[in-house]
C-alpha cells in the first residue's frame, strides 16, 4: 500500500522557520518525482515545489521568492521542504505529492498543518 | 503567467450528468489532469492526461480537451460525488505547475 506521511508541522510565529518532512513507502520513492502543494484555509490547491528523482532538477513557485528549499533523500525514502521567513500568508495544509513534475501527482499524503501567528 | 479558470459551483441533480470546464489559453496542446477533494481529504487523481482514468476511477468520470477548454464530465451523478474538483496543467513556458481554482460539485 503506498503511504505519503508529512510530519514537521506546527505553530511558528512570522519570520521562523519550520522543515517539513515526507516519509514514502509502497512504491519505489526513488523513481519518482516529488512535489508539495499547500492549501491555504477554505482555499484550493496551490503548487509549491518539484523535485525530480535524482534531484538534479528543482522548480518553485514565484510566490516563495527564494524562501523554501526543496530537498530529498533517496536512500531515507523521504522528501522534505525547509521554509525560512515565514508569513502569515504561508498558513495553509502542506501535502507531499509523487508523481511526474509535469503531473499527474499519482499520490498524496494527508497533509500537515502550518499555523503562521504570532 | 499561465491561467486556468472553472466555475466556482456546479449544481446537478442524482442522475445526471455534469460538466465541469476549465478554460486556459490554448489548453488543448497540454495535457490536463483532474482531481476530487472531499471535505478533510487529500484530493485524489480521478483523470490524467485528458482523458484517461487511473485504475479504480469509475468510468463515469471522463475528460476531454480541446482549443481553450477542457471538460470534466461525470455521468450518472451520484451524492458521493460531491466534491470539489480542480484542473491542473503544467506550464512548459515558465517551468511551473498550474491549478485551476477549483470548482465545488453540488448533488441537488
Known amino acids: 500500500e503506498v503511504q505519503l506521511v508529512e510530519s514537521g508541522g506546527g505553530l511558528v510565529k512570522p519570520g521562523g522557520s519550520l522543515r517539513l518532512s515526507c516519509a514514502a513507502s509502497?512504491?519505489?520513492?526513488?523513481?519518482?518525482?516529488m512535489n508539495w502543494v499547500r492549501q491555504a484555509p477554505g482555499k484550493g490547491l496551490e503548487w509549491v515545489s518539484s523535485?525530480?528523482?535524482?534531484?538534479?532538477?528543482?522548480y518553485y513557485a514565484d510566490s516563495l521568492k527564494g524562501r523554501f528549499t526543496i530537498s530529498r533523500d533517496n536512500a531515507k525514502n523521504s522528501l522534505h521542504l525547509q521554509m525560512n521567513s515565514l508569513r502569515a500568508e504561508d498558513t495553509a495544509i502542506y501535502y507531499c505529492?509523487?508523481?511526474?513534475?509535469?503531473?499527474?501527482?499519482?499520490?498524496w499524503g494527508q497533509g500537515t498543518l502550518v499555523t503562521v501567528s504570532s | 503567467s499561465y491561467v486556468l479558470t472553472q466555475p466556482p459551483s456546479v449544481s446537478v441533480a442524482p442522475g445526471q450528468t455534469a460538466r465541469i470546464t476549465c478554460g486556459g489559453n490554448?489548453?488543448?496542446?497540454?495535457?490536463v489532469h483532474w482531481y476530487q477533494q472531499k471535505p478533510g481529504q487529500a484530493p485524489v487523481l480521478v483523470v490524467y492526461?485528458?482523458?484517461d482514468r487511473p485504475s479504480g476511477i469509475p468510468e463515469r468520470f471522463s475528460g476531454s480537451d480541446s482549443g481553450n477548454t477542457a471538460t470534466l464530465t461525470i455521468s450518472s451523478v451520484e451524492a458521493g460525488d460531491e466534491a470539489d474538483y480542480y484542473c491542473?496543467?503544467?506550464?512548459?513556458?515558465?517551468?511551473?505547475?498550474?491549478f485551476g481554482g477549483g470548482t465545488k460539485l453540488t448533488v441537488l
Open positions: 505529492a509523487g508523481g511526474a513534475v509535469a503531473g499527474p501527482f499519482d499520490y
Open positions: 490554448n489548453i488543448g496542446s497540454k495535457s
Open positions: 523535485i525530480t528523482t535524482g534531484g538534479t532538477l528543482i
Open positions: 492526461d485528458d482523458s
Open positions: 509502497g512504491f519505489t520513492f526513488s523513481k519518482y518525482s
Open positions: 491542473q496543467v503544467w506550464d512548459s513556458s515558465s517551468d511551473h505547475m498550474v
